[in-house]
Every structure is written in C-alpha cells, then in structure tokens.
C-alpha cells in the first residue's frame, strides 16, 4: 500500500501545526479522498472513514459555533475519538480552532493544521496531490521525452536505439523525463503520469560513451521532471515479412493499468531518422486530438476522386 507522511503533507502545503507537539514523521495517509466532516458532526457516522484526511471549513465551524459549549464539545470528542484520523486541516484565515478540539487532539495524538487557503482550493489541491502520490504505478523499460508538448514513451528491445533517439530528440530542442526505467503512475481514470526514479534522473545511457548528464550538457531547459504519457513509439528491428500500417486508418493501442495508450509501431533499419519519424509521429498525434486525420482525409479524397470518375 503506497503512503504518504502528514509531515510530507505538511511541508508540500505549507501548513501552519496549531498541534506541533505530536509527532509526524510516522502518520501516514493511505487514502487520495479527503472528507469534510460536516454529516459526522450532525451525528451521522454511517460509511465514515476515518483513515481519510479530514478538513474543516467554514460551514463545519460555523455549525460548530452555533451550538452551546456542551454539545459542540460532544460532537468533537465523538469525531475525533477515531484515532486513526491522519489529520485535521482548519481553512480559512478568520477561523480559530476550539479550545476543546485542541484538548482532545492532544489526547488522542491527532495532528491539526490551519492554512489560509479557501475550503475548496485547498480541498482541490490537497486532492490533486494526493490522487498523484498514492496513486497505483508500474515501472516500464523504455524512455520518456516530452516532444511538443506531447509525452512519448519510446519503447523496443534493449539496444535497438531508444537513447540514440531520445538524444537526437534532446539536440532539436526536446526535454528529457526519463531514460531506461520510467514510473508510471495511474493519476486518473484516463491519465498516466511518467516520471524517472530519482536516483537516476536526468542521466541518460549512450552505448560507446556511457553515462551523460542531460541537464550539465544541455541545460535545466532539457530536462523535465514529470509528463503524462500520451503516446508510444515502439521501435523493433525491421521484418520484411511483416505487413505495416501505410495508412494509419485505425489506431494500434498499448494497454497500461487499464488505459489503452495509442501506439505507433516504427520498423528500423539503416538510413532511417528515427528522432525526425518521432516528431512526426508527436504531431500527428496532436492533429489527430484537434479533429484531423491525415489518413482520413486522404481516403476520403480518394474516395470522392473514384466517385468523381465513375460518373464522367
């Protein structure tokens, strides 16, 4: 199960501990939904996960502050008796914490937070990061290059020319994200995320010459540290027995933790730019995504053409 620390929360977000006496390098948060508690606070437990990140905004306080001390008392020892809370995140600047809330996170060893943001922006990029670091991933061999504007993984067998390409790719003026081994995380129901392990960010594999240092050699501007993945190139040896797609009527898709990725299986052999076919192909898939089809156009070009000629 992947995590993430309150203390990591903390210091992404910028969040000011009213509690910094409880100790955060050891909570975690395992879920990417976060909760506002107002329907707990009203009583109503049913389907209450308290493993969630909870964040009190103003219309949890202000139901809160309308009630007598006694009850508003009662309604946060029973919310904050679930010990396996991560978290509380106050929002808003002109909402102070109760007194009594204080009493019982330090007793049950429950971290608060305050930060100045609105409850919904925080909500949205708690969420956003969250739904990122804990989403579900796999790690793929290939490399990642951020071609105009468009993620391509370039894939293929060890030593077929991914690297070779990827550093044409970066001297024309593409970024880097990752080469030989790239994260792939699962952000969304229709997004992958790529990225580089860390320890080896940035350094690219060249055959002959070894390791090179992308961002020393070319500059911070050719290197980038994320990128979704929107298509594949798959480079593999030449097969002259084998038919390949002259036209690109129909797409070819690579399925990766349930997303169907499109791809474009590209033959090599000598004489070939391998980085030029990769622009290319990064293009026409933008014009694809804007409603244009070369291949389509073409054939209905043709088409018309034939009907033109049958009736001369």
Request: some cysteine.
């Amino acid at each position: 199960m992947y995590f993430v620390t309150v203390e990591q929360m903390k210091e992404q977000l910028k969040l000011e501990s009213l509690t910094p006496e409880i100790e955060l390098k050891h909570r975690k948060i395992t879920e990417c939904d976060v909760n506002r508690p107002a329907l707990q606070l009203a009583g109503f437990f049913d389907y209450f996960s308290p493993t969630r990140l909870q964040i009190i905004g103003k219309v949890e306080h202000t139901y809160l502050e309308k009630m007598s001390e006694e009850e508003r008392n009662k309604k946060i020892k029973r919310l904050m008796d679930y010990k396996e809370i991560p978290c509380i995140v106050l929002c808003r600047e002109e909402l102070e914490v109760f007194p009594y809330m204080l009493e019982c996170a330090r007793e049950n060893n429950i971290p608060i937070f305050k930060t100045n943001m609105p409850t919904s922006s925080f909500s949205a990029e708690v969420n956003r990061w969250l739904h990122v670091e804990l989403a579900p991933r796999l790690s793929m061999h290939g490399v990642l290059v951020d071609i105009f504007g468009e993620g391509v993984l370039i894939t293929g067998e060890s030593g077929i020319g991914k690297s070779e390409t990827a550093l044409e790719l970066i001297k024309r003026g593409h970024r880097l994200v990752a080469d030989d081994a790239v994260e792939i995380k699962k952000v969304s129901e229709k997004t992958l995320l790529g990225s580089a392990p860390e320890v080896i960010r940035h350094f690219i594999e060249v055959r002959g010459i070894g390791i090179v240092d992308i961002k020393q050699i070319f500059g911070v501007g050719a290197v980038k540290e994320a990128k979704n993945i929107d298509l594949i190139v798959r480079l593999e040896a030449w097969d002259q027995n084998k038919q390949y797609d002259r036209l690109g009527l129909s797409n070819e898709f690579t399925d990766i933790m349930g997303i169907n990725v499109v791809t474009n299986s590209i033959p090599i052999r000598p004489g070939r730019n391998v980085a030029i076919i990769c622009e290319t192909a990064a293009i026409n898939f933008r014009q694809k995504k804007m409603g244009y089809n070369a291949a389509e156009a073409l054939n209905e070009r043709v088409m018309n053409n034939l009907q033109k000629n049958k009736y001369e």
